[in-house]
Nanobody, 122 residues
């Protein structure tokens, strides 16, 4: 089993920056593909970003490409999501997720965190 705990969410002004962290326990992250997914109340979950085992491969949703950066530090068992140039539409609950694969991009992850609320204020 893998336990994922997100942190770093909160209220930020539009245009500002925020970094989310996802700390894993129960298993080393180095053998898991990781991703960030977000969801607004009453809406479906939306893929945000994905990163491979080694961090050599990444991908992003078109809506965040060029503004968000996913990264990982396997020595700290932690994955990050740097969010720059925040927009109102970035207000969502952000979930960290893991899948037992080298690389995965999508919504069908094996393990999920509890989510962290991010609110953009204009």
């Amino acid at each position: 089993q893998v336990q994922l705990v997100e942190s770093g969410g909160g209220l930020v002004q539009a245009g500002g920056s925020l970094r989310l962290s996802c700390a894993a326990s129960g298993r080393t992250l180095s053998s898991l593909a990781m991703g960030w997914i977000r969801q607004a109340p009453g809406k479906e979950r939306e893929f945000v970003a994905a990163i491979s085992w080694t961090g050599s491969s990444t991908d992003y949703a078109d809506s965040v490409k060029g503004r968000f950066t996913i990264s990982r530090d396997n020595s700290k068992n932690t994955v990050y999501l740097r969010m720059n140039s925040r927009k109102d539409e970035d207000t969502d609950v952000y979930y960290c997720a893991a899948r037992q694969a080298y690389w995965y991009k999508g919504l069908e992850y094996d393990y999920w965190g509890q989510g962290t609320q991010v609110t953009v204020s204009s």
